[in-house]
């Protein structure tokens, strides 16, 4: 992967080519940004550009043997640690690396939900345990294959557990020489703070939506109106952008369910909240997470349809409908209080709460703040 072929990112590309030209690579660093930003696509460029023998002007030249390899997700000085499914077959990141090497060809842009997918299993969270510390310690001490620099790239240091983390301080804090941690999370807070400590960060920003509306159109061949629609929607995530191109489904099902929720609530029908709350709870996790990410989003589009030019809210005819209805009922009374009970279901869901308790409880508190004038 070369910077030229990352999705928008200026910035943080020159800060990062500026680090190598400079000679000043931290010997670990966090790459922290929303899904779909494209952090981890950049970590594998700079993983690339560092390991380059032929770098060209502010880039990897994709030629020399080196970035072949890189490529090819087969260069022996570059290792991945990610997120698996514990199980007795399979104990570290080495154990499901075809089924990450696929994943990485098909995309270098997708999400948590689309790895568990990949692994077998939507509704189970994936976990870097101590086999895989003791592992990544075993590669980092061996001397490099090919002379340069050793790097560990690590998707989702947050799903770490203690333990692994505390196999891994030393080796952190005292690296062998030319060794590089590159960590790249979306959540700095759920970081065990001893492994956060020893980081230099780098921030990693939403896409903007030109940018990701210029690539559909040049990438996927979309009209501009489209693509304005889709970048529009997905606020800059690019995976999320492409689960609504191909899933217009699951787009039907949470448009259909937060209609109904939202007429249930404003009406505080408790009978009918309940039905609803039985046939969201036996959905699966993954669809109940998603359209709590959808109901934040209609939340949004609705405060700006109310305080600004509608013309700015892009929406589909049927999202406008109800929206032009609704969104009069989204104020700078419950904006902010909404945004978080919605925030703090999504975290408790992903935490395996009762789906349940959970949506019966978001509905009562929904049925309090909804009327605020």
Not at 61 to 72: D, E
Request: hydrophobic share 40%.
């Amino acid at each position: 992967m070369q910077f030229s072929k990352i999705i928008g990112q200026e910035e943080v590309k020159a800060h990062l080519i500026d680090t190598v030209k400079g000679q000043r690579i931290s010997h670990a660093q966090l790459f922290l940004g929303p899904e779909g930003s494209g952090s981890l696509a950049l970590a594998i460029a700079y993983a690339q550009y560092i390991l380059c023998s032929d770098k060209q002007n502010g880039d990897a030249c994709g030629k020399c043997p080196s970035c072949l390899k890189v490529q090819g997700y087969s260069h022996p000085d570059l290792h991945y640690s990610f997120p698996i499914h514990l199980a007795k077959s399979t104990r570290t990141s080495d154990d499901v690396f075809v089924e990450w090497k696929k994943q990485l060809e098909a995309s270098l842009y997708f999400g948590l939900q689309d790895w568990y997918s990949a692994l077998g299993n939507d509704n189970k969270q994936g976990t870097i345990g101590t086999d895989e510390s003791q592992k990544i310690v075993k590669k980092i001490s061996l001397k490099s294959f090919e002379g340069g620099y050793k790097i560990l790239i690590m998707w989702m240091p947050e799903l770490m557990n203690n333990q692994a983390a505390n196999k891994l301080l030393k080796i952190i804090e005292e690296p062998p020489k030319n060794t590089l941690f590159l960590l790249v999370s979306e959540n700095q807070e759920n970081i065990i703070s001893t492994i956060l400590s020893r980081t230099q960060l780098v921030k990693i920003p939403r896409l903007k939506e030109k940018e990701l509306s210029q690539y559909l159109v040049q990438h996927d061949g979309l009209m501009q109106e489209e693509a304005d629609t889709y970048a529009h929607l997905a606020e800059g995530n690019v995976s999320l952008a492409y689960s609504l191109m191909e899933d217009k489904e699951s787009a039907s099902f949470n448009l259909d369910n937060f209609i109904k929720w939202m007429r249930l609530c404003y009406t505080r029908n408790v009978g009918e909240t309940i039905d609803w709350v039985d046939g969201m709870a036996g959905a699966g996790r993954e669809a109940q997470k998603n359209f709590l990410v959808f109901a934040l989003s209609m939340f949004r589009q609705s405060i700006v349809g109310h305080y600004a030019d509608s013309d700015l809210v892009i929406l589909t005819d049927a999202q406008r409908q109800f929206l032009n209805k609704f969104s009069p009922f989204i104020n700078h009374k419950n904006i902010v209080v909404l945004t978080q009970v919605l925030n703090d279901a999504h975290y408790h869901l992903e935490r395996n709460a009762n789906p349940k308790i959970l949506f019966l409880d978001v509905s009562l508190k929904v049925f309090a703040y909804l009327k605020r004038k």
